[in-house]
């Protein structure tokens, strides 16, 4: 399988734009939560002062990437990392933040930024961070109170992922980038399973989020609805393909369902049923997140 290494071009002045606050970060390195309680461990630095930290980029770190040609894998070497790193504030980025990659939230910026110089006496070791030398460690205050209640302290998203324009600078030969890489064939399995994609929900689940859209058109959402509700209608009202982990998130809605019987017009209990696949939807992701997961 190809390695390539991104890199920064000079001339192109291209880098990082932006930090994703995600589910699954590609460099597998959550972020932490620390309070004075330690209740858990995607922490606060402070719970007052709503500040994540965590791991933006780790050098010499296989990530996984498919396109419509190829599976391949890209990884960044310590000097580029500081370079980026440098690149992101002078070029005033720090307040520039999406979810998953996909909408741009407010109210979060990057208030630390540092490259681990010495594992045992960084900062990242006061908070059980096991990250190589040459990361790029990040804290970021969050001030956007539903990002806070509805993302970070739910668990929805538990990691961060960086988005910019890289150079790409091809390896001929396979080269040891990290002991992780002795196991490249077991991981690539596992990561094709993890991006698999299906779309053989029932046309009743379709109908149903097509319904919750319909009637949002002509009476809006109001404070009905997350981000991840809201895709999830969407993806669903136009057949379109979804991962193994969106199935398992349809699946979990079941503890919604209580709710699902009161009307559009009197709570949001109906409405976010229909928009998650309703019955149809919700009875299918448990059978196929079975399905997926014997296989």
Request: hydrophobic fraction near 35%.
């Amino acid at each position: 399988m190809k390695i390539i290494e991104l890199i920064i071009d000079e001339e192109q002045e291209n880098g990082i734009d932006a930090i994703s606050i995600v589910e699954h970060p590609a460099i597998e390195e959550n972020f932490i939560a620390l309070n004075k309680k330690k209740e858990y461990k995607f922490q606060e630095v402070d719970k007052e002062k709503r500040i994540l930290m965590g791991a933006l980029l780790v050098p010499n770190k296989a990530i996984y990437r498919k396109d419509d040609k190829e599976d391949y894998y890209i990884y960044f070497t310590k000097k580029t990392i500081r370079k980026a790193s440098e690149l992101f504030l002078q070029k005033g980025n720090q307040h520039n933040s999406t979810f998953e990659h996909l909408y741009k939230i407010d109210g979060l910026t990057l208030v630390e930024s540092w490259i681990v110089e010495d594992k045992d006496k960084d900062k990242s070791a006061l908070y059980d961070l096991d990250v190589p030398v040459g990361t790029w460690m990040g804290s970021v205050k969050v001030e956007n109170d539903e990002v806070w209640q509805d993302y970070v302290k739910t668990g929805v998203v538990k990691g961060f992922s960086i988005e910019g324009f890289f150079a790409e600078k091809e390896q001929e030969e396979q080269q040891e980038i990290e002991a992780g890489l002795k196991l490249l064939e077991i991981k690539q399995a596992l990561i094709r399973y993890q991006f698999d994609t299906y779309n053989d929900y029932p046309k009743a689940a379709q109908n149903n989020a097509k319904r919750a859209l319909k009637w949002v058109e002509k009476n809006g959402w109001g404070r009905c609805g997350e981000a991840t509700g809201k895709q999830r209608a969407n993806q669903l009202a136009k057949g379109e393909k979804i991962s193994r982990d969106t199935i398992a998130r349809m699946a979990s809605f079941k503890r919604h369902q209580q709710y699902k019987d009161v009307p559009y017009d009197e709570g949001c209990g109906g409405l976010m049923w229909d928009a998650w696949g309703g019955d149809e939807g919700v009875a299918w992701a448990i059978r196929k997140l079975k399905q997926i997961d014997n296989a």
